[in-house]
């Protein structure tokens, strides 16, 4: 499996997505043609595997907010 499967597998999994649905089929045509997006992809893959790796350690509520923030996520309560 090349890396653009596995980076079209990841996105469709994230939307609970079939890897062979009409859905992914758009998305991996779209991905052939934009490079824009491809980009953004990769952009997206290096944060999260980032934030993956952070995971392991003990990382400040501060840092916590200052990504979620810089993504423009919602941090859960608790």
């Known amino acids: 499996m090349n890396e653009c499967e596995k980076i079209l597998n990841q996105v469709c999994g ?10 992914c089929d758009e998305i991996k045509t779209h991905l052939k043609e934009c490079d824009q997006c491809r ?20 990382v400040p509520i501060e840092m916590h907010q ?7 996520v919602d941090l859960p309560l608790g």
């Not at 994230?14 to 859905?23: I, T, Y």
């Not at 200052?66 to 423009?72: H, M």
């Open 14 to 23: 994230d939307l609970s997505e079939d890897v062979n649905s009409e859905l």
């Open 66 to 72: 200052r990504l979620a923030k810089l993504l423009n």
């Open 39 to 58: 980009k953004e992809i990769e952009s997206m893959r290096g944060t999260v595997a980032l934030f993956q790796c952070l995971e392991t350690r003990k």
